[in-house]
């Protein structure tokens, strides 16, 4: 029942800047976790930014002090601010949410992504 959206990709050079936004859709009751993955080709996914309500976010190493993400439960929607950009970079990015029923149980979503490409 939920519908997750991404936006914002695109080809950039290195050291500029990117901004991708994610819109939840759907049946959701309550929001409880927010955030970004990425995968390049032949490469693990990697988790990039996680927010839950009450706690500060939370980046993946590679991409501290360079990448910001927010969200607005209200609107149902979470950002990820890239600045600084790497060749690294290059992946295909989703957005991911963790929603609770009525009943607290936690059920998980996730958009079809969004190609991100840093190159000179």
């Known amino acids: 029942q939920v519908q997750l959206v991404e936006s914002g990709g695109g080809l950039v050079q290195p050291g500029e800047s990117l901004t991708l936004s994610c819109k939840a859709s759907g049946s959701i009751f309550t929001i409880y976790a927010m955030g970004w993955y990425r995968q390049a080709p032949g490469k693990q996914r990697e988790l990039v930014a996680r927010l839950t309500s009450g706690d500060s976010p939370k980046y993946a190493d590679s991409v501290k002090g360079r990448f910001t993400s927010s969200r607005d439960n209200a609107k149902k929607t979470v950002s990820l601010q890239m600045t600084t950009l790497k060749p690294e970079d290059t992946a295909v990015y989703y957005c991911?949410?963790?929603?609770?029923?009525?009943?607290?149980?936690?059920?998980?979503?996730w958009g079809q992504g969004t190609q991100v490409t840093v190159s000179s």
């Open positions: 991911y949410i963790v929603v609770l029923d009525s009943s607290l149980s936690e059920e998980y979503y």
